[in-house]
């Protein structure tokens, strides 16, 4: 994890121009990294395999694992946070900013600081769309999905007075047509996270 100062180049535009990144107190990137891992397994004497999926998926649960506890610890402070996926959007620029090693790639960055404005908590989906007990079952998840659009359309109309007109699964679309960071497949192999 690294926390990129103000002062530091011009990288507030690398995340796609959001407000928070250039608004908040403090601004942290949170990197997956199997440098060491790798390191220390060779010098234990393995014969180490690198460019495995399997340590890109450990690397990066790791990473979300450590940024969600900075989450809670933060917010437990009275601090707000804001998760910058878009810190994906350039991701060799980030490296290079924090120097990042072959092993060690940018997953996601962090906004902290306290929030100038007191929202309601964001709904979330409920629970019973995605907790599934002894088998998948989706046999409700169609309903339990068209319930909650219309509750984040209405959060989102209370939120902005009028101003955003959509829900859950419109906010979804970007992920499967225009945000897909095609860059990223090639960018992880360069850095030593080869898909095999």
Not at 23 to 33: G, H, K, P, T
Not at 175 to 187: G, Q, V, Y
């Amino acid at each position: 994890m690294w926390s990129i100062r103000k002062a530091v180049g011009n990288w507030q535009n690398w995340p796609g121009g959001q407000t928070y990144v250039e608004s908040c107190s403090d601004f942290l990137v949170f990197c997956a990294d199997m440098k060491r891992a790798t390191e220390s397994a060779e010098k234990a004497g393995a014969d180490v395999i690198r460019g495995m999926t399997e340590q890109l998926l450990v690397a990066s649960i790791d990473t979300a694992l450590i940024a969600q506890n900075v989450v809670v610890a933060a917010e437990s402070e009275g601090l707000g946070i804001c998760y910058i996926g878009g810190i994906r959007n350039n991701p060799q620029e980030v490296s290079d900013l924090l120097k990042l090693p072959e092993h060690v790639y940018p997953v996601f960055g962090l906004c902290l600081g306290y929030p100038d404005q007191d929202p309601e908590v964001k709904p979330r989906l409920p629970l019973a769309a995605i907790l599934k007990q002894d088998a998948y079952d989706d046999s409700d998840d169609e309903a339990l999905v068209a319930s909650f659009d219309d509750t984040m359309h209405q959060y989102y109309q209370e939120r902005t007075g009028g101003n955003k007109d959509t829900n859950w699964s419109e906010q979804l679309k970007p992920l499967f047509t225009s945000k897909l960071r095609p860059h990223m497949k090639d960018f992880l192999n360069k850095r030593g996270f080869g898909i095999k």
